[in-house]
């Protein structure tokens, strides 16, 4: 908060460089793995999966930076903010479809958990991979990330801004 940078794009910048190098290396191995496995016969990949997965993995990482931005802004309000951070953090595990298949839940919730932004960090990306979603609904699902990077990007300006407003430092 002291330095003299804008704070969102500083943490912003840090996300994105810590992420690509990861996701570089992340790409690197299953592109090995699904090439493996294809020469084996076990599993097949068109290429246009794999480059809708490629449109829909910038937004994914965008996305889950302002969902955890926007939750990072508890901080200004609760002075012990790490357990419930955590807790959300689980929460978004499962609601992303980090944890398992969203379709797991049945039709009705995995249809709500498609209404939330966690839903298109994880789950949507992989289901464009292995080809569950035709080109119109990727599309729709690009747009919808991006829809929600937007609005958390509004929220997470709105809870700084009032955040800054009421922060008091303590100690030394």
């Known amino acids: 908060m002291v330095q003299p940078v804008h704070y969102f794009a500083y943490r912003f910048c840090r996300f994105i460089g810590g992420k690509a190098v990861q996701s570089a290396v992340v790409l690197l191995a299953a592109a090995i793995l699904l090439l493996c496995l294809s020469l084996e016969g076990q599993i097949s990949f068109r290429l246009s999966y794999i480059l809708l997965y490629i449109l829909a993995l910038p937004g994914a990482l965008v996305l889950n930076f302002v969902v955890y931005y926007a939750l990072s802004g508890i901080a200004f309000w609760v002075t012990e903010s790490g357990g419930l951070f955590y807790t959300l953090s689980l929460v978004i595990y499962v609601a992303s479809g980090t944890v398992f298949p969203l379709t797991i839940f049945g039709d009705v919730l995995a249809r709500m958990f498609s209404l939330l932004p966690f839903s298109y960090t994880v ?12 080109m119109l609904e990727a599309a729709e699902g690009i747009g919808v990330q991006w829809l929600w990077i937007v609005v958390l990007a509004a929220v997470s300006r709105r809870v700084w801004q009032a955040g800054v407003k009421r922060f008091v430092s303590v100690g030394g």
Do not use: R, S
């Open 123 to 134: 789950f949507f990306p992989v289901n464009a991979l292995t080809g569950k979603l035709t």
